[in-house]
């Protein structure tokens, strides 16, 4: 584990009463897309929150931690993070896999943690009494929520009926798969297919040819960055006919939107750069300005407001007392990128951030990603093809 202490202008004054959260994030393997944009976002609220003044009076101190997209590999890092590096606090988190796989540790630690993703529900189960767990990520039925309202919108607006599912096998894409498959009938759609797949595997062949076969009007995956060019490839291959391919992975692979086979794709985000927000607008200023680019993955903004808004509980405590902290957290209650930010209960947790409403669905339509759903935030009609 490389540790990085960054904190600007004020790095010479840091002491040894300094603030620290340890971040674990996939910095490489599956979800590192996802986990090097969260990196950026924390080190932009980073460089924000030190210029302000850091946190308890001193700089604010960050370890990084890369738990490599691995149960195997997040254990020995969030516990060397909590036990050996004695952090404060714990952010980031993205997968639910290597989020379970912690859980343990991190209740039996009493780990104060504030989690940007890890949205499947055994997740949700794992965490469900500890005290000290934050999630700003909605929940993966906040998600289907979103996704079913836009897939009934597509069955009013273009008849949509027969919908082929393929999901991969790990905590991700197979928890509550069978849900998912009941309520799209109990919304009055056909389920043609629902087949599960090896993310990474590369290999779709057999599952592009079944749902082919099946003739469904969507075709939804929900995997990993690493499928999705795989698997467009053996749908252009095959020439499937289909009104819409929609994907839900946590992230798209660096610069798939200017390649030809994602045209038309679509997907779901918290956020896009396009959003007329204010805050949004703060955002992608100060992004550009710090790395002299833009992200369009949401995990970028999302880490920024995990850790703006950690930093400003811890300081509105007074303390790094868990309790204290907790509580002025859970009252927090600000504008972000996605909109307003507050905690209620979920289904099982006690402090949940953002939910459905927050989701926006888009197609990559020249060589960008363009917000087509809800209609009151489409830039651009979206392409049904059928």
């Known amino acids: ?24 994030l996939p910095l490489t393997g599956a979800g590192s897309v996802s986990g090097q944009a969260a990196r950026n976002g924390y080190l932009l609220a980073l460089d924000e929150i030190n210029r302000s003044g850091g946190v308890l009076g001193q700089p604010l101190d960050l370890d990084f931690a890369d738990d490599g997209s691995s149960p195997a590999k997040a254990v020995p890092e969030f516990v060397k993070l909590v036990t050996v590096d004695k952090v404060d606090f714990m952010a980031g988190g993205v997968s639910s896999a290597t989020s379970i796989a912690i859980s343990g540790p991190a209740k039996q630690y009493g780990t104060f943690m504030a989690w940007i993703g890890a949205a499947a529900v055994p997740v949700e189960d794992a965490f469900a009494d500890h ?16 996704i079913l309202d836009y897939f009934k919108y597509l069955k009013r607006s273009k008849g949509a009926k027969n919908i082929a599912i393929a999901y991969e096998d790990g905590p991700f894409g197979s928890a509550g798969i069978n849900d998912t498959v009941a309520l799209f009938k109990k919304a009055g759609f056909n389920v043609v297919m629902s087949e599960k797949f090896k993310t990474g595997s590369g290999n779709f062949g057999p599952l592009v040819s079944k749902a082919k076969a099946a003739k469904p009007d969507i075709f939804y995956w929900v995997g990993y960055d690493t499928d999705a060019l795989p698997l467009a490839t053996e749908i252009k291959q095959q020439n499937l006919d289909v009104g819409l391919i929609y994907g839900t992975p946590p992230s798209w692979p660096v ?24 805050e949004s607008r703060k955002f992608v200023a100060a992004y550009r300005k710090k790395f002299g680019n833009m992200t369009e993955e949401y995990f970028a903004p999302l880490a920024y407001v995990n850790l703006k808004t950690l930093a400003a509980a811890i300081n509105r405590a007074g303390s790094t007392d868990k309790d204290k902290v907790a509580a002025e957290l859970a009252r927090t209650n600000t504008p972000t990128p996605f909109g307003p930010l507050t905690f209620s209960k979920s289904n099982k947790t006690q402090y949940q951030g953002f939910k459905a409403g927050n989701w926006l669905h888009f197609q990559f339509l020249g060589d960008s990603r363009v917000p087509v759903y809800p209609v009151k935030f489409a830039q651009k009609p979206m392409v049904w093809n059928k």
């Open 255 to 278: 610069g798939f939107e200017k390649n030809k086979l994602a045209d038309n794709i679509a997907g779901l985000s918290l956020w896009l750069p396009s959003s007329p927000q204010a």
């Open 131 to 146: 005290k000290y767990f934050f999630h700003y990520h909605p929940w993966s039925y906040y998600n289907f929520e979103a």
């Open 1 to 24: 584990m490389k540790k990085m202490l960054l904190t600007g202008v004020l790095l010479a004054l840091s002491g040894a009463g300094a603030v620290k959260v340890g971040v674990l």
